[in-house]
């Protein structure tokens, strides 16, 4: 995969946020720890992705009793998706891990034999901390189409956990996101991604790969066609954050339709608005106004207003794009949209300097503090509590007039 080391590294933080299904809780609000509940959640889901995974492999082994290995590329593709039909012909070696050795042909037989002996030796890697060859075996794995791609998929998991996790296998996220550019690898992902039948985790991973591997045109018409049958709301969620990413006017484009469609879930559609904020798309902006002013949902209504006061914002400091129920900044009146520019006197420029400003003030005991807002344009001051604040937001950088 030809990709520069710092895209890499961007793509792997990427894939993190995604396994934590767009977690974004305000940092100056004790979101650690809800960060790093919501991770092992994420880490624990992996063991019941392995079942769910092995459940899908009488579905999924359907070949003919022999395949020609190393057949022409492109043959019997998904006209959809662009992935591999269920017996494709690919090219695999059965002696090694690395599938761009020589082409042999491998019966029905053999290609389980191969993949049995690849499953027994996941736990060898993890003793060892191979993580190369658990790298080539999920390559080749992906490759041992149609029964590998259950192994494959469990091998992924297994691999993204580690790497984000323990690290037994001493592998770096750049190599193990790298890896994931493998052509076999990348068709699976494309073929996993428009099937609700194979693990979320798994699909999740996909939404977040498939961006940085492929053509941007690619990514998009996979896309649609995953959010025309997906119901999972992580697996959504990661869909529409990467279209967001791709910064494209097809990608904007399906990114309003989806913001247009009422039966679609309000959660999405608010995050959908959070990603159209930086549109120059004369309707799609129309449309973020008028969903601000008489959406039937709230968090519609929020999320589109902290768009539009994102597209401009009239002071710099910290956007609210929400407020968690019975919190302090509920209380006392913050909503989406306010620019949250100083908190007990102290600047809140940045999320770092509020997690500061709230922290001293808890810190002082003071029982009532003063936190300043640009709303409207307007300069609001409001009284509350000190201590947990209970806001979501993001830095915002007022243009220069």
Do not use: C, H
Not at 200 to 215: D, G, H, K, N
Not at 268 to 294: C, K, M, N, Y
């Amino acid at each position: 995969m030809a990709k520069s080391l710092p895209v890499l590294m961007a793509f792997a933080s990427g894939a993190l946020l995604g396994l934590l299904a767009g977690a974004a809780i305000d940092p100056a609000d004790d979101g650690l720890g809800a960060v790093e509940a919501e991770r092992d959640r994420a880490l624990r889901q992996v063991a019941d992705a392995r079942d769910r995974i092995r459940s899908l492999e009488d579905g999924l082994r359907v070949a003919p009793a022999r395949t020609r290995v190393g057949a022409s590329a492109g043959s019997g593709r998904d006209a959809a998706t662009g992935a591999r039909g269920l017996a494709d012909p690919v090219s695999v070696d059965a002696g090694s891990a690395d599938p761009a050795t020589a082409p042999v042909e491998l019966s029905a037989a053999e290609r389980e034999s191969r993949i049995s002996d690849l499953r027994a030796k996941f736990p060898v890697w993890l003793d060892r901390g191979d993580g190369a060859a658990s790298v080539a075996a999920l390559r080749e794995l992906a490759a041992l189409v149609p029964e590998g791609r259950v192994a494959a998929m469990e091998l992924a998991l297994l691999i993204n956990a580690d790497v984000n996790g323990d690290g037994r296998l001493r592998l770096s996220d750049v190599q193990f996101y790298g890896g994931l550019g493998d052509p076999a690898v990348k068709s699976l992902m494309g073929w996993a991604l428009v099937r609700p039948e194979t693990p979320a985790q798994f699909r999740v991973m996909a939404a977040w790969s498939l961006p940085w591997v492929q053509e941007p045109g690619a990514t998009i018409v996979q896309f649609a066609g995953a959010l025309e049958r997906e119901t999972e709301t992580s697996v959504q969620s990661a869909l529409v954050a990467n279209l967001g990413r791709l910064k494209s006017a097809d990608a904007e484009r399906l990114l309003g339709e989806l913001f247009a469609d009422p039966g679609r879930d309000a959660a999405l559609r608010a995050q959908v608005a959070g990603e159209l904020a930086a549109t120059t798309d004369p309707g799609l902006v129309r449309a973020l106004e008028i969903a601000a002013e008489s959406d039937p949902a709230t968090s519609v209504r929020d999320a589109a207003r902290a768009a539009l006061v994102a597209r401009d914002p009239p002071a710099s400091g910290y956007l609210v794009t929400g407020t968690l129920p019975d919190s302090q900044a509920a209380a006392a009146g913050l909503r989406a949209g306010d620019v949250l520019v100083s908190y007990d006197g102290r600047d809140t420029r940045t999320a770092e300097a509020l997690r500061a400003a709230t922290g001293a003030a808890s810190a002082a005991e003071t029982e009532t503090v003063t936190v300043v807002v640009v709303r409207a344009g307007k300069r609001v001051s409001l009284q509350l509590r000190p201590g947990r604040l209970g806001v979501f937001g993001r830095a915002v950088e007022a243009s220069p007039k």
